[in-house]
């Protein structure tokens, strides 16, 4: 089958980006013919790789979203030609889109009804008048797929049929786990309100006199790094928690660390939890919405009540505290990724393919 990837810009780093690469990968290791399809480029070369997979880039134009809304707007028809023309999108049976973006340039260039909608936000992420729209737009799809069941229901609920929950798979191959003696507890993503950052910090806070020697190391970049390395200083934290920056290799980091800590507000489908306990890595997580409670329903970690930082906060020290807490959530994590392997995902998209053309 011959299979193309609409995204706005491969070339960029993020989780969306790295998952694409991933399915690609996988896809076309089953024998399919997939071509990832990049309407814009930010960056000479993608971050991620996808061995047999071809890519196509539309434009050397970049797409930010420091732009504004109708700057990017402009940005997107002023391609709507290129989409049309593009011989990858025309041949293509299947067009697989990520996000919405994605999506509404496969329907302006007339390919909707060979296009899926891929989700990779929680159902409730947008307000009203973008949800009707977005509503509106997968409505002209040939299908909508979730990452979560809870987010594939509200879609159903919301009058969209053909909706589909297939999560992603494991993103990263992971290095042995050799963390049992560590003390580093690790946090890893973009540095913004979602992620509770500034939580964590006030959970760390609370019991920062009785961590002994463990520390918290906190990877990625965003737009909030100042106002938490701020936060951190007037916590008295600069000392325990440290702010490390992106890393090249960040497997080797999780598997050298004691456990992870997710102290998201909200998250789509938290690939952080897979990747931890995919090194095997013990997690403690609010149970946000949504996903965290799925990943750890076969244990692997402890969930505590969205939001609330002393129960972060004693979890974590509980995780300190108790060697064996770590030693079988360090075991349990074998069931945690059991369902996200890349061969159970491939075979899934293979399962709908054939649903679809039924």
């Not at 050799?178 to 973009?190: F, L, M």
């Amino acid at each position: 089958m011959k299979i193309a990837f609409l995204i706005q810009d491969i070339s960029t780093e993020g989780g969306t980006e790295r998952t694409t690469c991933c399915l690609a990968q996988e896809l076309a290791r089953r024998g399919h013919d997939v071509t990832v399809v990049s309407v814009f480029r930010n960056e000479p070369e993608p971050h991620y790789s996808a061995r047999g997979v071809e890519f196509v880039y539309l434009t050397e134009d970049s797409y930010t979203l420091q732009d504004n809304a109708a700057a990017r707007l402009r940005k997107v028809w002023k391609q709507r030609r290129t989409l049309r023309t593009c011989t990858a999108l025309q041949e293509a049976e299947v067009i697989i889109c990520q996000k919405i973006a994605a999506s509404f340039m496969a329907w302006m260039a007339g390919f909707g009804y060979k296009a899926i909608a891929c989700e990779h936000y929680r159902y409730a992420m947008y307000n009203a008048p973008v949800r009707r729209l977005r509503k509106w737009l997968y409505g002209r799809m040939q299908a909508v797929i979730t990452l979560t069941e809870n987010d594939r229901k509200a879609f159903l609920q919301s009058g969209l049929k053909n909706v589909f929950c297939i999560p992603n798979m494991i993103s990263i191959t992971p290095h042995p786990y050799c963390g049992e003696e560590s003390k580093r507890i690790i946090s890893v993503g973009r540095l913004t309100a979602q992620k509770g950052y500034d939580l964590l910090l006030n959970a760390v806070a609370m019991i920062s006199d009785e961590m002994g020697d463990f520390h918290v190391d906190i990877y990625g970049e965003g737009e909030d790094r100042q106002a938490l390395e701020n936060q951190c200083r007037q916590l008295g934290l600069s000392k325990r928690v440290h702010f490390c920056g992106y890393s090249a290799a960040i497997e080797s980091v999780y598997a050298e660390s004691a456990f992870y800590v997710m102290s998201s507000r909200f998250e789509g489908f938290p690939m952080v939890l897979l990747e931890a306990a995919s090194s095997g890595l013990p997690i403690v997580s609010f149970d946000c919405p949504e996903g965290p409670a799925v990943l750890l329903r076969n244990g692997g970690g402890t969930l505590v009540e969205r939001e609330n930082v002393p129960a972060l906060a004693q979890a974590i020290l509980r995780m300190i505290q108790d060697p064996e807490l770590r030693t079988k959530s360090h075991r349990e994590s074998a069931a945690v990724i059991a369902p996200y392997q890349p061969e159970q995902i491939g075979a899934e998209w293979e399962k709908l393919f054939k649903n679809l053309s039924k």
